[in-house]
């Protein structure tokens, strides 16, 4: 079983839209979650860290679910600008390793 | 404020041929260094991360090596590339276990 499990998408939204991605992770020692956005043929920025309470950054909202093991990200009013690949990314307390989804297509379309 | 640096941004290498591909950071000690490849529509797969200098862990079996010669210096290499050896190569730093990482421009490597 992959560490962290992302639906591939494509998602193709108008812009405007609300729209969510979900990302599920098989660890349960998992510590640390993120989402990170990455452009064609560009390298993953940090998008947002998401916090056991969830938390939000202008129209993104992260969320966190320990219990079913999974985080979402939440796009509101979504822009031109937000078409790119989102990653899922999660981190053990122990080891070194960051683990990363395969990434989710988002194209907003005007 | 940090920055990381990567090159070269592209490369074009015969099989058979050595390689060397360098990251430095700026603006951060003793950062843990991480070298991912992506291939085409694939995920980030972790080749080697760092927590020091000539502190070298690999994560997969493979045709690459990594050094550490500084603290903020991470190299990885090749003795004889192959043609599985394209991918997009990202290198990443953190602050340390379990915190977010930041990824250089990344180098474009096709073997033809």
């Known amino acids: 079983r992959k560490e962290v499990e992302q639906d591939p998408g494509p998602f193709n939204v108008p812009e405007g839209a609300t729209v969510a991605f979900n990302c599920t992770y098989s660890n349960s020692a998992s510590q640390s979650f993120f989402w990170y956005r990455q452009d064609c043929r560009k390298e993953p920025k940090l998008l947002m860290s998401?916090?056991?309470s969830g938390n939000e950054d202008g129209r993104f909202t992260a969320q966190l679910n320990r219990a079913s093991q999974y985080i979402s990200l939440l796009i509101r009013d979504s822009k031109l600008s937000d078409s790119a690949t989102y990653l899922c990314?999660?981190?053990?307390?122990?080891?070194?390793?960051?683990?990363f989804g395969t990434g989710t297509s988002l194209t907003v379309i005007p | 404020s940090q920055t990381i640096h990567q090159w070269p941004a592209t490369l074009v290498q015969p099989v058979g041929s050595p390689l060397s591909l360098e990251c430095t950071v700026e603006g951060t000690s003793n950062p843990n260094l991480y070298w991912y490849r992506q291939a085409a529509g694939r995920g980030l797969q972790l080749l080697f991360y760092s927590v020091g200098i000539g502190q070298i862990s690999s994560e997969v079996p493979q045709n690459l090596s990594a050094s550490r010669p500084q603290d903020r210096q991470f190299i990885l290499s090749s003795k004889k590339l192959l043609l599985s050896d394209s991918g997009f190569y990202l290198c990443?730093?953190?602050?340390?276990?379990?915190?977010?990482?930041?990824f250089g421009p990344g180098t474009r490597l096709t073997v033809t």
């Open positions: 990314v999660v981190n053990r307390r122990t080891g070194n390793q960051f683990y």
């Open positions: 990443a730093w953190s602050v340390a276990n379990y915190y977010e990482q930041y």
């Open positions: 998401v916090y056991s």
